[in-house]
């Protein structure tokens, strides 16, 4: 079973904050995104990347940075946290290829921005 | 671009009756891969269900789904509704030359006695 392991569970700042929150997947997976999730608009993509050093940009990504550091290691940062940002954020890796694109995704982070 | 269109954001069903969530997709793509998601509160969203097969039913744990290119769409259905198919349900649409994923908005089901 593919494993998507994110880090913190929940976490809590203040307004202009500084939050880094971690997944690591072992799957060996070349694509990772992070995705948050907000009642009335679902899953959002807010970056995602296909390999080590790499980073592309998704759909609502203001306020957001990202790093992959490794194949398994991927990051996002919010470097002056807003109260909009207040969300359920989600890790997922997937691979590509026949038949082989299939999301898992993380247990998610709890953010909370006061 | 491409995009999902679910029309029911909360949906509440009596347990035992039929389930149909409704989803519709847009691609210029012509080989898409649809998915249904399943999120049940404090779990990791997981894969309930996918297709890239048009008219062919995809079945799996009591529920099935066909994906019709003619009309776009890909609704989930299932016969009887259970307590414990409460959850959050995505639907979502593959576009392999991006390497992406397009979700819907999502569906809550609620399922009471």
């Known amino acids: 079973e593919a494993a998507v392991t994110q880090s913190p569970r929940n976490k809590v700042t203040v307004t202009g904050g500084n939050v880094t929150l971690s997944c690591r997947q072992t799957?060996?997976?070349?694509?990772m995104y992070w995705y948050r999730q907000d009642t009335g608009h679902g899953l959002r993509l807010i970056h995602y990347s296909y390999g080590a050093g790499n980073l592309q940009i998704g759909d609502v990504p203001d306020g957001y940075k990202a790093t992959r550091t490794t194949q398994e290691d991927f990051f996002l940062l919010l470097e002056l946290a807003s109260p909009s940002q207040t969300s359920l954020y989600f890790c997922?890796?997937?691979?590509w290829g026949e038949g082989q694109n299939t999301l898992y995704f993380g247990a998610g982070t709890r953010l909370s921005v006061l | 671009g491409d995009s999902v269109t679910q029309t029911e954001g909360l949906v509440t069903l009596t347990e035992g009756l039929p389930v149909m969530l409704n989803c519709t997709y847009q691609t210029i793509y012509s080989n898409p891969f649809l998915f249904w998601y399943v999120h049940y509160l404090n779990e990791s969203p997981r894969l309930l269900l996918k297709s890239s097969t048009d008219n062919k039913r995809t079945e799996h744990q009591g529920f099935h789904a066909t994906l019709h290119k003619s009309s776009s769409s890909f609704h989930l259905q299932k016969s009887s509704a259970q307590l414990s198919d409460s959850a959050l349900y995505y639907c979502a649409l593959s576009d392999p030359g991006y390497q992406n994923f397009y979700f819907g908005k999502g569906t809550s089901l609620t399922v009471i006695p």
């Open positions: 799957n060996s997976h070349n694509y």
């Open positions: 997922a890796s997937s691979d």
